[in-house]
């Protein structure tokens, strides 16, 4: 089956308030196999929400439609069901867990998914092994793995440590929601470089964001175009240019 990610009409909404909000209003979308698409869209169109929504957020109620990965009804999978079938979502602000080893938590979420994958489990050493590997390619200390996760890291060392994470868990469909402004060029090297590193016919990948510049590093299949809760355009590479020269005005005025 070619289309690995399949997303069809998706509706999802928020109670904010006590009023229910809609944010996705029947959104599309199709990655197939092998493929890297990019999500890029004005504030407030729905970015983040679609990624949240993929992780299974409780707080977000879809409405309709349906999100399938292999096949599988992504929607109805809890979401360590969804990191057991290759899916790996990383935000924008990681989250800091005071007094968990971060070299115990990787290994506890390295191990969780090869255990569902019936792949052996990796013991302390063999583990640190690889974690050290790994840290060393992206010019990490190894001092990190020894620290509390992602407290005190700076903007920079959380991006490395997401992306190690992911190569860590060498998953087939990476979600990156890279929609936040203050990622400087290094993070989107590191971020592109991980994405990069990955590439193959098993993996695919979904990137927001905002920065054309992120495209310059990572060179996508496909673009999408996102508005009010739906992809109102998808073309090649090229829409990023045109998005970087023109704004969102001409998409927006086609999709009226
Ligand atoms: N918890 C919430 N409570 C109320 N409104 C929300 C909540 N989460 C999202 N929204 C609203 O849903 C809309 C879509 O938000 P979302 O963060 O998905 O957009 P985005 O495209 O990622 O935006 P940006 O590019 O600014 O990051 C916004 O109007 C936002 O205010």
Same mark, same amino acid.
């Given at each position: 089956?070619?289309?690995?990610?399949?997303?069809?009409?998706?509706?999802?909404?928020?109670?904010?308030?006590?009023?229910?909000?809609?944010?996705?209003?029947?959104?599309?979308?199709?990655?197939?196999?092998?493929?890297?698409?990019?999500?890029?869209?004005?504030?407030?169109?729905?970015?983040?929400?679609?990624?949240?929504?993929?992780?299974?957020?409780?707080?977000?109620?879809?409405?309709?439609?349906?999100?399938?990965?292999?096949?599988?009804?992504?929607?109805?999978? @809890?979401? !360590?069901?969804? &990191?057991?079938?290759?899916?790996? %979502? +990383?935000?924008?602000?990681?989250?800091? =867990?005071?007094?968990?080893?971060?070299?115990?938590?990787?290994?506890?979420?390295?191990?969780?998914?090869?255990?569902?994958?019936? @792949?052996? !489990?990796?013991? &302390?050493?063999?583990?640190?092994? %690889? +974690?050290?590997?790994?840290?060393?390619? =992206?010019?990490?200390?190894?001092?990190?793995?020894?620290?509390?996760?992602?407290?005190?890291?700076?903007?920079?060392?959380?991006?490395?440590? !997401?992306?190690?994470?992911?190569?860590?868990?060498?998953?087939?469909?990476?979600?990156?929601?890279?929609?936040?402004?203050?990622?400087?060029?290094?993070?989107?090297?590191?971020?592109?470089?991980?994405?990069?590193?990955?590439?193959?016919?098993?993996?695919?990948?979904?990137?927001?964001?905002?920065?054309?510049?992120?495209?310059?590093?990572?060179?996508?299949?496909?673009?999408?175009?996102?508005?009010?809760?739906?992809?109102?355009?998808?073309?090649?590479?090229?829409?990023?240019?045109?998005?970087?020269?023109?704004?969102?005005?001409?998409?927006?005025?086609?999709?009226?």
């Amino acid at each position: 089956m070619s289309d690995f990610l399949k997303i069809e009409g998706l509706k999802a909404q928020i109670d904010a308030d006590g009023t229910s909000k809609e944010i996705l209003k029947g959104l599309d979308l199709t990655i197939p196999k092998g493929e890297v698409h990019v999500i890029m869209g004005p504030n407030g169109s729905g970015k983040s929400t679609l990624s949240y929504v993929l992780a299974g957020r409780e707080d977000y109620e879809v409405t309709g439609g349906s999100a399938h990965f292999k096949g599988q009804d992504l929607l109805e999978l @809890e979401p !360590e069901e969804r &990191a057991a079938l290759g899916v790996f %979502l +990383a935000f924008q602000s990681p989250v800091e =867990l005071p007094g968990v080893n971060n070299a115990n938590f990787l290994r506890t979420a390295v191990n969780a998914v090869r255990k569902a994958r019936g @792949e052996e !489990e990796l013991d &302390a050493v063999s583990f640190l092994k %690889l +974690a050290r590997e790994e840290t060393g390619r =992206l010019s990490m200390s190894g001092e990190m793995l020894k620290r509390a996760v992602n407290v005190g890291f700076s903007g920079g060392e959380k991006k490395r440590n !997401e992306v190690l994470q992911m190569r860590l868990l060498k998953p087939s469909l990476a979600i990156l929601d890279e929609t936040d402004s203050g990622l400087d060029i290094d993070a989107l090297r590191i971020v592109a470089d991980g994405v990069n590193s990955l590439r193959g016919p098993d993996f695919s990948s979904l990137v927001i964001t905002h920065h054309q510049r992120l495209l310059d590093y990572i060179v996508p299949d496909r673009v999408h175009v996102m508005a009010h809760g739906r992809i109102i355009h998808s073309g090649g590479p090229e829409v990023a240019t045109l998005l970087e020269k023109q704004g969102y005005k001409q998409f927006l005025e086609a999709a009226a």
